[in-house]
């Protein structure tokens, strides 16, 4: 761990007052007084629950040698140094990026954000440099790779706050790894958690936009305007672009937000740098023709056809996950990966049927039962949008979804995701998502309003079930179950916990699957190995909503 005096962060913080001013060595950074240890700096941050600045003394009695404020105090313990700054958040910010020594500079940073599409977007780069002998590391949703290979995500913020990105990339430095790839979301982008403040990006990747995070943001303009953030974010270099989803109504928004190239893929959009058709499709894959434009042609390809160049040529590919959004995920990831590495598209290409799909997206729980039962981590309208068409196309008899949604976020969005399901589905079964400090009942009312009005015919108790308790609700889905019908459960994936107004409760959502099975006599198969899974994306879609920037 770094060990920098004190005046190293009064020079980069330039705090408006000094109390107790004195000679200290700093050995770490917490924003969470639990965390302090001696040598600390504490940043005292107002959040939505709680306020850091009511925890100054219990971070002083944990051996804190300096406290960053925002709020005036009434006193100032003479244990401590006291810096008030304007933003502690982006105190925090500034004073990570020190502490480790600015990492993001030696690194080439990749950004993906999207409201969908970004886990499996951001994974497919990753394993695409790799596969061209790149050494990259990862922080997304699901997985990280920040030295010593892939592993589990053990936070459930996928942006997590300044100083464990800052930790993570100076890790990936450690490690030798030129570049970084990074799960950006419209949290982490926004200014008000300035959690990426003052990176600088080589490649930014924008997926789709969708209604989700109102209850954060305010609407869908604020949401829209600090994903662009990322774009805004590029670095000045000629070099450095951004790959845009011209299929996204939102995607001329993000081209305007940066002076830098900016690539398009498609499969709609004949015009796109590149694009896809889909030739066959089953259940596991997607057979397509990348189609290349010539306009998007790497500096290899240019010198070889010489004045020659002209039209577009073609490469076939599979894609080794099923659904339109995966191709577009891949489309994307090429795209950046050949840009990037200034390697032809057909050679990077090459390496897409060997892409290993996410954890807990479109997952099958294999077993003798006769019905499919699938898990999935679609949470957002947009991702319903997506994910049950491609359900409903492939089950025979009844479609049962087991979903509910996130209390204390955006509450918009539950009667809409109602009506989504409502429209595909045969029966709902409505279930605890992570209520928070919410009544989770009420927030399964909310979903039911929408379903209701999309489908009068659901019957409450029967067609239309309220079961809070997940587990229950699983048991209760996987019994009714005949077959040929297709059980799906969306909202927790890969999670490991829901959350409740006491804090969280340890969740699997595949183990519940399988229990819930084995408790009705069938015999289920034995989990795969390695987080890389053999799931697909709950990804893309196509907004629904305004494209005025």
């Known amino acids: 761990m770094p060990v920098l005096p004190l005046a190293r962060f009064v020079d980069a913080l330039q705090p408006e007052q000094l109390h107790n001013l004195r000679d200290a060595e700093i050995r770490g950074l917490s924003y969470d007084s639990r965390t302090v240890g001696p040598g600390h700096l504490f940043f005292a941050i107002p959040g939505d629950h709680t306020d850091g600045h009511l925890f100054i003394h219990q971070a002083i009695a944990r051996g804190a040698a300096a406290i960053v404020h925002s709020q005036p105090l009434q006193h100032y313990p003479e244990q401590a140094v006291f810096l008030k700054v304007d933003n502690s958040r982006k105190a925090l910010n ?54 010593e290979g892939l592993c589990k995500n053990p936070l459930r913020q996928s942006t997590p706050e300044s100083p464990d990105i800052q930790s993570a990339l100076a890790q990936m430095v450690e490690a030798g790894y030129r570049f970084a790839v990074l799960e950006t979301t419209s949290h982490g982008l926004s200014q008000r958690t300035a959690r990426l403040m003052g990176l600088r990006f080589e490649a930014a990747v924008f997926t789709n936009l969708s209604h989700e995070h109102l209850e954060f943001h305010g609407s869908f303009e604020q949401y829209r305007d600090d994903k662009l953030n990322l774009f805004r974010a590029l670095a000045e270099s000629e070099r450095c672009f951004g790959v845009v989803n011209a299929d996204d109504p939102n995607s001329s928004c993000f081209e305007a937000a940066t002076e830098r190239t900016v690539l398009r893929y498609s499969i709609d959009n004949r015009s796109a740098d590149l694009r896809a058709v889909l030739l066959e499709s089953s259940g596991e894959y997607s057979d397509c023709d990348f189609i290349i434009a010539a306009s998007s042609f790497s500096t290899l390809e240019r010198e070889a056809a010489g004045d020659s160049v002209q039209g577009h040529s073609s490469v076939r590919v599979r894609v080794p996950v099923p659904a339109r959004f995966n191709i577009e995920n891949s489309l994307a990831a090429v795209l950046t990966v050949s840009h ?151 909202g927790k994936g890969h999670e490991a916990s829901i959350i409740y107004r006491d804090g969280p409760i340890d969740w699997d959502e595949r183990r519940a699957a399988e229990e819930a099975l084995t408790s009705l006599g069938y015999q289920v198969e034995a989990r795969e190995t390695g987080e890389a899974g053999k799931a697909g994306e709950s990804g893309n879609r196509e907004s629904r909503e305004g494209a005025s920037c």
Do not use: W
């Open 94 to 147: 500034r004073a990570a990026a020190l502490h480790y020594d600015y990492p993001a500079r030696k690194l080439a940073l990749i950004g993906v954000t999207g409201t969908d599409g970004k886990s499996t977007t951001a994974y497919f780069i990753y394993q695409l440099l790799r596969a061209q002998g790149e050494r990259a590391g990862l922080l997304s949703t699901v997985a990280r790779d920040t030295g």
């Open 340 to 490: 990037l590495l200034q390697k032809p598209i057909a050679r990077v290409a090459a390496d897409v049927a060997g892409l290993r799909p996410v954890v807990g997206r479109m997952a099958p729980v294999r077993g003798n039962q006769p019905f499919s039962v699938v898990v999935d981590y679609a949470h957002s309208p947009g991702s319903f949008e997506k994910v049950f068409p491609i359900f409903r196309a492939n089950t025979a008899g009844r479609l049962i979804a087991v979903f509910g949604s996130a209390g204390e976020r955006d509450v918009q969005k539950r009667p809409i995701q109602g009506a989504i399901a409502a429209r595909y589905c045969d029966i709902l079964v409505l279930a605890d998502e992570d209520p928070r400090g919410e009544d989770g009942y009420d927030i399964l009312l909310q979903i039911a309003e929408g379903a209701r009005r999309e489908n009068p015919d659901l019957k409450e108790g029967d067609t239309l079930q309220l079961i809070p308790d997940r587990s229950e609700a699983i048991r209760k889905a996987v019994s009714i179950a005949r077959p040929g019908d297709t059980v799906v459960m969306l």
